[in-house]
């Protein structure tokens, strides 16, 4: 645990110090743009500066020498890329660099700031730990197989004893649906549609005809077909 924790501070010790280089260089960043928009803000005043330049691209030996076309800056763009622009538009161009920088400068600083949170979080978690002492235990392999069949038993058991609570709990359940069902009337079908009815139509029975209300019909007073009249004529 303690390897752990030391791997943890030397990472965020080294944010830190990556972050802090950053922010001194950015610091640097603001304090020259500043001092070339200062510059730039009084070289159009005249036509003319005289200025001292710099031998060999060094700081040891200097000659004496002047600006003319004060109005005209060549500004870099990047890549080795110029343009030239006024003074003014070269001022304009340095407060968009120095927006640019200033809000970089306030994320690292942010940055900076979580990662001392960090630190001291980590710092109170070792102080806990060191409170507290790591109990271990060895065991043999046999043991630890012992342990696994023994596991591995109790489990099966649990799982039998739920299965066999729920298959009671399903009889028991199945017990109350049927009672509650089996005192109700047969008539309160009517207030439920779902359940099927049984619907019977009435056959009426045949009557027997009573003897005195049945009318003796001749033969004579029967139709007779148009054949057997035209017989009877002829005859």
Not at 19 to 48: G, M, P, V, W
């Amino acid at each position: 645990m303690e390897k752990n924790f030391d791997v943890l501070f030397n990472r965020e010790q080294y944010e830190l110090n990556v972050c802090e280089q950053n922010i001194a260089l950015f610091t640097k960043y603001i304090d020259d743009y500043e001092h070339l928009k200062t510059r730039l803000s009084t070289l159009a005043d005249k036509t003319r500066h005289d200025i001292m330049i710099p031998i060999g691209g060094t700081k040891l030996a200097y000659m004496p020498g002047y600006i003319h076309h004060t109005n005209e800056i060549l500004v870099l763009l990047g890549d080795n890329y110029f343009v030239e622009k006024s003074t003014k538009e070269a001022t304009e161009f340095v407060e968009r660099r120095l927006k640019f920088c200033r809000e970089k400068l306030s994320d690292l600083e942010r940055q900076k700031f979580m990662i001392n949170e960090w630190q001291k979080t980590a710092a109170n978690l070792q102080e806990e730990n060191d409170q507290f002492v790591n109990i271990t235990e060895t065991c043999t392999e046999e043991e630890y197989q012992q342990w696994i069949r023994e596991r591995n038993e109790k489990i099966q058991e649990k799982n039998k004893n739920k299965s066999n609570r729920k298959d009671a709990m399903s009889k028991e359940e199945l017990n109350k649906i049927f009672a509650k069902y089996e005192n109700e009337p047969i008539d309160d079908d009517k207030d439920q549609p779902f359940k099927s009815q049984i619907i019977e139509r009435l056959v009426p029975e045949s009557q027997p005809l009573d003897k005195q209300d049945t009318k003796s019909i001749s033969t004579s007073q029967r139709p007779k077909s148009k054949f057997k009249a035209s017989r009877s004529k002829n005859q």
